[in-house]
């Protein structure tokens, strides 16, 4: 990279400024964009992947559209949500966003 102020620079010092100096800024933004954003998306999305493969029967989950429901069957890609008393519904594996933690109100 070449730098508009470095012939300035050669005049003051005597010296020309490494071209890897030019470099170190956009060096510093992927390691900060890596350690504050990409990282931690990769945690957060191993933990859900995780949370999924363990899925049984009578699980109590919600679905990324935030319908609460409780794990009647399972398949290959897609479970059966019973969301009431005789109501059930197929949702595929995926849209599981969260295991239940406690019954949602009722108010």
């Known amino acids: 990279m070449f730098s508009l102020y470095a012939p300035v620079i050669a ?9 890897w100096a030019g470099m170190l800024p956009i060096v510093l933004i992927v390691f900060i964009f890596y350690f504050l954003m990409y990282r931690p998306m990769r ?4 933990s859900t992947e995780a949370m999924v493969a363990s899925l049984k029967n009578g699980d109590k989950v919600i679905t990324s559209g935030g319908i ?16 009431a008393e ?14 239940q933690s406690q019954p949602p109100d009722s108010k």
């Open 68 to 83: 609460y429901g409780t794990i009647a069957g399972l398949r290959d890609h897609t479970v059966h949500l019973k969301i």
């Open 86 to 99: 005789n109501a059930k519904m197929e949702v595929a594996k995926s849209a599981i966003a969260s295991m």
């Open 43 to 46: 945690k957060r999305q191993k």
């Open 11 to 19: 005049q003051q010092t005597g010296t020309t400024p490494s071209p």
